[in-house]
């Protein structure tokens, strides 16, 4: 169909120049090479080569004709009709040459699936396994990750002050996760890491924290008006646990078999644990505003447990400390429980 549509062109073409005197060129510009097999490439210009020499020798043929058939001065009724009858006939003589010419399409389609796949024209089949085998390996790497978590402070015994006083708090994280899967099909991965996190518990009912006399932590009621009351606490993080991945296996080719790591729904578990950088008092009231990087009594060693949800490269997570907030006896057994939200950066 689309060569007697080429046909049906260059036989309006020669119409267009014999009733009025006009010419009619097709030039086929080529793109800029773009992610294709060379070979391909080469394949490809090699047959549109074939076609556009065969259009060329049966289109002058075809002109040939059709001036002998001009001067015969025919009505217009008549020489469409002979027009139609001559494109048809040389219609098929392009189909029929061009069949002939024996270009395999479905070679040429999985040479370039096999290249973009593997950026290579490999055609030996150990070469090309081998190919495939290092190229859907099992996933070991780092990622990047950005989390955000409401901080809650839980505990058992009956409220303290700091918990008829909290305000907001949140725990904002931010690091370097590492991913190491079992076996290229596996489902299971061990995960671990290096973060950085921040916790900030805000003060409420116009109340700071403050040092006690015995240099403990305590909270004590502004004489102003406070616009800001929080002690935030930095700490480097180190997570370990395991991850399922529900993602189904997929087919890479001469029996290989891979489970894609970083797509579908997963669930995590992990302990962790961190140790403190520092802890800053922030106070900003009708004084104006203060930094206090003393010593708040901020526990400084974390360790607690944690439950991902995850999809693609968003994770849903809750985090329970299992250590106390404080140390000591200060704000007895308050401990962070974290609902948050992650964001992979794979």
């Known amino acids: 169909m689309i060569k007697k549509l080429i046909v049906m062109g260059l036989l309006c073409s020669f119409s267009a120049s014999f009733y009025a005197q006009k010419t009619f060129n097709i030039n086929l510009s080529s793109k800029k090479d773009t992610e294709v097999s060379p070979i391909v490439k080469e394949k490809v210009e090699e047959y549109a080569a074939k076609i556009n020499t065969i259009i060329q020798e049966e289109k002058k043929l075809m002109e040939e004709e059709l001036l002998v058939l001009q001067a015969k001065n025919l009505d217009k009724a008549d020489f469409d009709r002979e027009k139609a009858r001559i494109a048809d ?45 290092k190229k859907f390996r099992p996933s070991r790497s780092f990622t990047g990750y950005f989390s955000y978590g409401i901080m809650t402070l839980t505990n058992s015994s009956q409220d303290n002050e700091l918990d008829k006083n909290i305000g907001y708090a949140n725990n904002l994280e931010f690091g370097l996760k590492l991913n190491y899967q079992l076996s290229r099909t596996s489902p299971w991965a061990i995960v671990s890491g290096l973060g950085f996190s921040w916790r900030t518990v805000r003060a409420d009912n ?5 040092r006690s006399a015995d240099q ?38 001469m029996d290989i078999q891979y489970r894609s790591y970083y797509t579908g729904f997963k669930v995590g578990a992990n302990v962790y644990g961190g140790v403190k950088m520092s802890t800053n008092n922030i106070v900003k009231g009708n004084d104006g505003e203060t930094r206090d990087r003393g010593n708040y009594q901020v526990n400084p060693f974390v360790y607690g447990a944690q439950i991902t949800f995850s999809y693609n490269s968003f994770s849903l997570f809750v985090k329970k400390d299992f250590s106390n907030f404080f140390k000591d006896s200060y704000f007895k057994n308050d401990k962070a429980l974290i609902f948050g939200v992650a964001i992979g950066l794979d």
């Open 89 to 133: 006939r040389y219609s098929e003589k392009m189909d029929k040459r061009i069949e002939e010419l024996g270009f395999d399409l479905d070679d040429v389609i999985q040479k370039q699936v096999r290249y973009s796949l593997l950026n290579t024209d490999v055609t030996s089949k150990d070469e090309l396994k081998e190919k495939l085998l």
């Open 206 to 210: 116009n109340m700071l924290f403050t």
């Open 216 to 253: 403990g932590v305590a909270l004590a009621q502004y004489s102003g008006n406070l616009d800001k009351s929080k002690l935030r606490t930095g700490y480097i993080m180190v997570p370990l646990g395991v991850q399922y991945n529900f993602s189904k296996l997929k087919n890479a080719g």
